[in-house]
């Protein structure tokens, strides 16, 4: 039987087929032959998660742009499927043309959450490649990762060839066509990464030297040819407008979890929300004007179908024309019965408006994040919202037509205590009873309030970055707390995150290069599908931090000194560690941080002219 007659095979016999068919409306099937450079776009979780995605959506259809490029994407199977491969001996496969991964000229992977990194390690393995970097042949794809999460590069330097942070967009393409040429010259491997530092944003872990003192904090990290620069500077885009968007997305024959149109309106956050990895990652803020996102929705509804378009940003409600946005895309698609998503809502943002243009569709959930229950805490993590924020804009909600509102909280933050935990509760109760007070034949049946609590993080490139966090212990005294006061309150449900996996991913947001030998040991113990509940297997990641004699809690619960290096110092977001030591110690009086739209704070973005329009 050929690979692809195997491939037919095993879809009769797994759960959910359409996961690796492909052939999807708006998908890009080129000649491979034809193809110059061949790109396969890998997603580190399953397809469902995969097409939610709006990034590889864009650098999907960006790449495929180029008359000599081609881009295909790749998933990571779900346990069915991956017995059968083994099996029958397939190779990972490509969902367009069916290629092995190890026929790709690159290989790269987008790192969305750092519980992705063992489906990493399974992909390569499956798409027979070798694991570690240094083990690769000549011939070998060379592996590249971007994505928020490479902006820690360190836990996967052993197995990524060359690291992208920031905007993507024209970055990739430049990358591309270096290995492209480089290929077609026949430079080797080495070569090809030290040309790719001539890349705004490319990291490669290969050309930097790592040494640690006694106590294993880093002594030094320093670049070991003349190419790789001190520090690698993000990767940014200045003009939305002018860069590339698809006006055609794949549209899935099954089911996936965000399954609409996503509109970018926005990019970057003026905020400054201390815990917020996002807000400091992609500042500054950069809006796409109002005709060309109407443009955009307008194709892509065309070209989709799709009833629901979410209206995609950091703080959606900080977009400047947001209520002329709104009544402008059910103009120009109301017979279609077009509905607008709003995620991401700030609680002081200007929302009655655009509420009033969004009823006149359908109704979905409306998500808040409080973050915090108290005013104390919320200074402290620089939310800049009050209880009143809250409130009015939750009467609001009630008013016209919701009965559902999701609140976000996170438990553990710096200087939390039970008296703050009380106060989510205390919010909950009054969110409810704002559904109650409106009288009962002109409220939306059905009242939903959905508390959701996560677990904090301490995230590189944040206030917080130096902060420890809470222990299992702590943790699970704290969600017993909160969940015995959410009981007392009537119409609301409490959900909230195992803490075992936010320890592991604390470990890995803050780890080094050291973390690389766990990873490694805790895939070979059949660690994979981590952030799916019934494949997280933590004994094997206890017994893999014990094996390769790393000790967790000196990633996860350690506090970190200001002038400590921490390992991703070699990276420059844009953000210097001078601004978010400043905010770490307002932080720690509880003092607040004004809007950038208010006058520059200082981040260190104006180093760069002409990139932030806040800077003056």
Not at 148 to 155: G, S, T, V
Not at 301 to 328: K, M, Q, V
Request: net charge negative.
């Amino acid at each position: 039987m050929t690979m692809h007659e195997k491939i037919e095979a095993m879809l009769e016999k797994v759960q959910k087929a359409p996961r690796y068919t492909g052939g999807e409306m708006n998908t890009t099937l080129k000649p491979w032959d034809e193809a110059a450079l061949h790109f396969a776009f890998c997603f580190p979780d399953t397809y469902e998660v995969a097409m939610s995605h709006l990034g590889m959506k864009i650098l999907y259809h960006g790449i495929n742009s180029q008359p000599d490029m081609l881009c295909e994407r790749v998933c990571m199977p779900w346990v069915d499927m991956m017995e059968l491969m083994q099996q029958e001996d397939v190779p990972l496969f490509s969902l367009e043309n069916r290629r092995a991964l190890n026929e790709f000229d690159v290989v790269g992977f987008t790192l969305q959450y750092e519980m992705s990194y063992t489906n990493i390690l399974a992909m390569l393995k499956l798409g027979g490649i070798a694991l570690k970097r240094e083990e690769r042949g000549e011939e070998a794809p060379i592996i590249v990762a971007g994505g928020p999460c490479a902006f820690n590069p360190e836990p996967l330097a052993d197995f990524i060839d060359a690291f992208m942070v920031g905007d993507g967009e024209e970055q990739i393409l430049e990358l591309n066509r270096i290995i492209r040429d480089g290929r077609k010259e026949g430079a080797s491997r080495l070569t090809i990464l030290k040309r790719l530092c001539g890349v705004q944003g490319v990291y490669v872990p290969a050309l930097y030297d790592v040494t640690y003192h006694a106590d294993g904090t880093i002594a030094s990290m320093k670049p070991n040819c003349p190419e790789a620069p001190e520090k690698v500077l993000k990767a940014i885009i200045k003009d939305l407008d002018e860069t590339y968007y698809p006006t055609e997305i794949p549209v899935p024959y099954t089911e996936i979890i965000h399954d609409r149109i996503m509109l970018e309106i926005m990019r970057g956050c003026t905020r400054g929300c201390r815990f917020c990895q996002a807000g400091m990652l992609y500042r500054p803020v950069r809006e796409r004007s109002l005709e060309r996102l109407v443009d955009l929705a307008v194709s892509l509804e065309n070209a989709t179908g799709y009833e629901d378009i979410s209206l995609s940003s950091l703080s959606s409600g900080d977009y400047t024309c947001l209520a002329e946005l709104i009544r402008e895309l059910i103009r120009r698609l109301k017979e279609k019965r077009v509905s607008i998503s709003l995620p991401s809502l700030r609680l002081d943002s200007v929302l009655k408006e655009s509420l009033e243009e969004t009823q006149k569709e359908r109704k979905t959930s409306l998500t808040f994040a409080p973050e915090a229950g108290t005013q104390r805490l919320r200074d402290v993590i620089n939310k800049g919202v009050t209880e009143e924020d809250l409130i009015e804009k939750v009467r609001d909600a009630f008013a016209g037509g919701w009965s559902s509102v999701k609140l976000y909280f996170m438990m553990g933050l710096p200087t939390e205590t039970y008296e703050d935990l009380d106060g989510i509760a205390d919010l909950a109760r009054k969110v409810t009873a704002e559904y109650f007070a409106i009288p009962k034949a002109q409220r939306a049946k059905g009242l939903r309030v959905t508390c959701s609590a996560s677990v904090f993080v301490p995230k590189p490139f944040t206030p917080f970055q130096w902060e420890p966090q809470d222990t299992q212990e702590i943790v699970k005294e704290k969600q017993k707390h909160l969940r015995d006061k959410l009981r007392e309150v009537k119409g609301v449900n409490f959900n909230y995150h195992e803490s075992d996996l936010s320890y592991l991913e604390a470990c890995f947001a803050r780890g080094d290069r050291r973390m690389g030998k766990v990873l490694l040991r805790a895939f070979e113990k059949g660690c994979m599908l981590d952030s799916w509940g019934e494949h997280f297997k933590y004994e094997a990641w206890r017994e893999a931090f014990e094996e390769t004699g790393i000790d967790p809690a000196f990633y996860a619960f350690r506090r970190r000194e200001k002038d400590e290096i921490m390992p991703w110092d070699v990276i420059d977001c844009g953000v210097t560690k001078e601004f978010l030591w400043r905010e770490k110690e307002k932080a720690d009086r509880a003092a607040t941080t004004k809007d950038c739209r208010k006058g520059c704070n200082g981040c260190g973005l104006q180093r760069f002219k002409g990139v932030c329009k806040f800077c003056g």
